[in-house]
């Protein structure tokens, strides 16, 4: 490098850094893998979160809302390990749950075990015990986080208009 202009040498380590980023480029632009679940994991947690936000005749549901997508980036960009491990650790609950309440995995379950496996997890919700239910809570709060921020949630179901002039006020009337 003692040969070098201090032009051909950022011409030289710009290469470098391009080199460095494309297969990780590459490897996270393949659609529809999840970033950091498992598949079998992804779709456990697509199914739950639309079961706590589900599409009705108002507006879509946490699917096409892509929270289960959300969620999965964010877990894959956590920095603490405990982050990531706290949701493979509640899917693994959610499953242990399942077996015990119906014989079978959740993925497995028809939609009403399904539903009965939510509502176990979900009875102490204001002072969760158990782990599942402590996960529960995590997984609630994330998943309506992550629904009200995109933008099926903000406008279709919340009807947001944006900061725009109303000539008057059409909210809630507590009289």
Known sequence: MAGLTRRELLLTLTGAAFAVQVPFQLAAAEPGKPLYFTKDEFATLDTLTELIVP???????????????????????AFLPEEKNSWR???AQVNEL??????????????????????????????????????????????AFAYYSSSIGIHKDLNYKGNVLLMQFVGYNAT
């Open 98 to 143: 399942s077996r015990s309440m119906n014989d079978k995995l959740f993925n497995s379950a028809t939609p009403k075990e399904q539903v009965a496996v939510l509502t176990k997890m979900a009875q102490n919700e204001k002072s969760p015990k158990t782990p599942a239910e402590k996960f529960f809570t995590q997984l609630k709060q994330t998943t």
């Open 55 to 77: 599409a009705d005749d108002h507006s879509p549901g946490a699917r096409e809302a892509g929270v289960a997508a959300y969620i999965d980036k964010t877990v894959a960009e």
């Open 89 to 91: 650790q509640g899917l």
